[in-house]
């Protein structure tokens, strides 16, 4: 929350007090009565709504582990708090090592971001091993200050499809990769695309940039349009803009159209 929030809240709280006093004062114990049910009725909904998730956020920012939801369903509250709408999510979470299982929770978002949390997008978050109830979405990503240096380099990717891969055989194997895309940039057709899967490989290269493999379907110029699979690593502050729904540019082999890569992120 910006200090903007938290001044009002305080001036809230303030208003609360001296009116509890007042109402004391005038020994008006229906007013009293009426009174404490308001600010039982108030404190809920806050803490459901703000001080709740901030609690859990900061818990899980020191404890949870990092991994990737897939969205299934999304619905608007009808709560706004500071200009960020509070959704209603259904997410598909996959643990490390686990079976995926399905999870319900409420979070505030931006507005500017409400297209990385459509149905099908995957997005990062903090998950409880404990508690698989208890998740936050993951806004700081990897290498930050939520200590989850301990998941990411612990020398084996947690989580994806490439779990279980030891950290050297996948940064080995994203380095042949970025081999052969520099090829087809360098001679392929370029093309427009839509994304129709995104998924994060599990490991960040560069700071917080994932490794992610997208499907999209090419849509040539000079021939029907037809399905691709690219693996590659894209800016952290491009992860919207590669999201299911979103057009991007690729460049493919005019000779074989399974050789496709990302033209630019």
């Known amino acids: ?131 698989r109830n208890s998740i936050v979405i993951n806004y700081e990503g990897a290498g930050g200050s939520s200590g989850q240096n301990r998941t990411y380099n612990s020398g084996v990717v947690p989580t994806g499809p490439w779990a279980g891969m030891s950290q050297t055989d996948a940064e080995k194997k994203l380095f042949d990769n970025d081999a052969k895309n520099k090829e087809i940039l360098a001679y392929g057709t370029s093309s427009k695309a839509i994304v129709t899967k995104y998924t994060w490989l599990g490991i960040y290269v560069n700071g917080n940039n994932p490794a992610v493999e997208i499907e999209a379907q090419v849509l040539a110029a000079d021939r029907p349009a037809f399905g691709a699979k690219m693996i590659g690593v894209i800016m952290e502050q491009s992860v919207p803009k590669f999201q299911v729904g979103e057009e991007i540019y690729v460049k493919y082999d005019p000779n074989n159209t399974s050789k496709v890569t990302i033209e630019h992120s």
């Not at 509890?20 to 108030?42: D, H, Q, R, S």
């Not at 009808?78 to 979470?93: F, Y």
């Open 1 to 131: 929350m910006n200090w903007g929030m938290w001044i009002g809240l305080g001036g809230a709280a303030i208003g609360l007090i001296v009116g509890f006093g007042a109402v004391v004062a005038t020994k008006a114990w229906f007013a009293l009565i009426i009174m404490v049910i308001v600010i039982g009725i108030m404190g809920s909904v806050f803490w459901k709504v703000l001080f709740g998730p901030m609690v859990l956020s900061r818990r899980l920012a020191k404890s949870g582990f990092a991994t990737t939801a897939r969205v299934v369903e999304v619905s608007d509250t009808g709560v706004t708090v500071n200009n960020a709408p509070q959704v209603k999510m259904i997410l598909e979470v996959t643990p490390p090592n686990g079976t995926a299982y399905l999870v319900e929770t409420k979070q505030l978002i931006s507005r500017l971001q409400t297209s990385m949390y459509q149905p099908g997008n995957m997005i990062p978050v903090l998950i409880d091993l404990n508690d």
